[in-house]
């Protein structure tokens, strides 16, 4: 799995490392904020202090896909924003998949902060037969023999895995041949995927652990 996008400007191809993709969604917020409150311009400067980042880390971020501010003017919010979300895809609306209905799941499925952004959680999976057939968060639990069915139905690209690392390639390797191209993974393992498929694990035990090293 490659760790850089390659991206085309003004007729030009760019190779964009992964963490400054990792990087963007924060530009986003801060952006979004600054817009509700009405801000027009904001430099590089105000937006690095927003986000506890260098405004030459700002710069050479944004570079990668092009020019979006003026020296000594800054950059227009409404623009950037509009111009970062199309970017991210985040112009558009997501179908989501839910696998695991345990309790992080369950808490998943309930969270009302995917819907805003533009992810609909619209179906959810579990192997456990006393799982399948509830309803969570609005949703009804399906069996795990109908997710090829239903992901074709409602056009999901995207999951979020949620299941006992016993189960994790498993689920992984099944998603992956329903034609899932990300996935947001909360088990603490590195399960393998094809080149093309994004993963991004989430495990909250290895950021305590790297965080006790400035605290030793």
């Avoid at 994790?168 to 498929?197: D, K, M, R, W």
């Amino acid at each position: 799995m490659t760790s850089e996008r390659i991206v085309a400007i003004l007729g030009t191809t760019s190779v964009v490392p992964e963490i400054v993709v990792s990087r963007l969604p924060q530009y986003v917020r801060a952006l979004t904020s600054l817009n509700d409150q009405g801000v027009s311009v904001v430099s590089s400067q105000q937006l690095g202090d927003m986000i506890q980042m260098t405004p030459a880390q700002i710069r050479k971020d944004l570079s990668y896909f092009g020019r979006f501010g003026k020296q000594g003017r800054g950059y227009s919010v409404k623009f950037l924003l509009g111009e970062l979300r199309r970017i991210l895809g985040l112009d558009r609306a997501w179908k989501v998949c839910l696998v695991g209905v345990g309790r992080l799941g369950r808490a998943i499925l309930s969270y009302p902060g995917f819907g805003p952004q533009g992810f609909d959680i619209v179906a959810a999976f579990d192997a456990d037969p006393r799982q399948v057939g509830q309803m969570v968060g609005g949703i009804m639990v399906q069996p795990m023999h109908r997710m090829e069915e239903v992901l074709d139905e409602f056009g999901i690209q995207i999951a979020i895995v949620a299941v006992p690392v016993s189960q994790v390639q498993e689920v992984f390797s099944q998603l992956v041949g329903c034609g899932v191209g990300a996935i947001v993974n909360y088990a603490p393992t590195n399960p393998q995927v094809p080149h093309n498929v994004r993963v991004r694990n989430i495990d909250p035990v290895l950021a305590l652990q790297s965080m006790t090293f400035y605290l030793s």
